[in-house]
């Protein structure tokens, strides 16, 4: 088991309470409406966690529709189950195991974590049909003073769940990287490419239609 996936296991209780704080909710349920869905469609997300997103997904495909989530961590999944009435997957994103195309496809606060995440982006693509959405939604530094602190937690998480020995700062940095690399591929990929932000900008919401 890799120190991310120990990390989420441990504390996958303590996750799923902030995953679905009020607040926390509004976030994901506009991730969801990025992806513009339709009752009866597919879609799958990557890194579903515990589930905070998947009620979400089955609202806007309705009972006809089909949600998956996949995740590598078995103590995620175990709180996912029964949320959103989905397929739930214990599989690596990196080269998930999805054999149909989708109409979305959806990601929060996991692209952070790939080597290659532009690499990953393209095979996620790949699993949209033509005319499908793909969203995603991460963290994002913020320069408003009433930030510090969120930008100081932000930091420490992505310390604590990084198998990287640098200073938070620096893994923050390259965490930062990882991400801006992963929208800046969904923009290249996709046509109709929205950004905007939330959280008084300290959120990332982006998203787009794959041809």
Known sequence: MTDARRFYARWARLYDALARLPGVRSWRAAAVNALALSPGDAVVEM???????????????????RVIGLDATRAMLERARGRGD?????????RP????PVDGL???????????????????????????????????????????????????FVWLSSTDKQRPGEVATGHQRRVDAAHDRLRERAVDYRERRLAGGYL????????
């Open 204 to 211: 990332r919401l982006a998203s787009g239609r794959i041809e």
């Open 47 to 65: 890194g579903c966690g515990t589930g905070a997103n998947l009620p979400h997904a089955r609202r806007a495909v309705r009972p006809e529709g």
């Open 106 to 156: 959806l990601a929060t606060f996991v692209a952070g974590m790939f080597a290659d995440p532009a690499a990953v982006v393209d095979r996620w693509c790949d699993l949209v049909r033509p005319g499908g959405r793909a969203a995603f939604l991460h963290f994002a530094p913020s320069d408003r003073a009433w930030a510090r602190p969120p930008n100081a937690a932000y930091r420490a």
């Open 97 to 100: 195991p999805i054999a149909v």
């Open 86 to 94: 989905a397929d739930l997957l214990q599989a690596d994103a990196v």
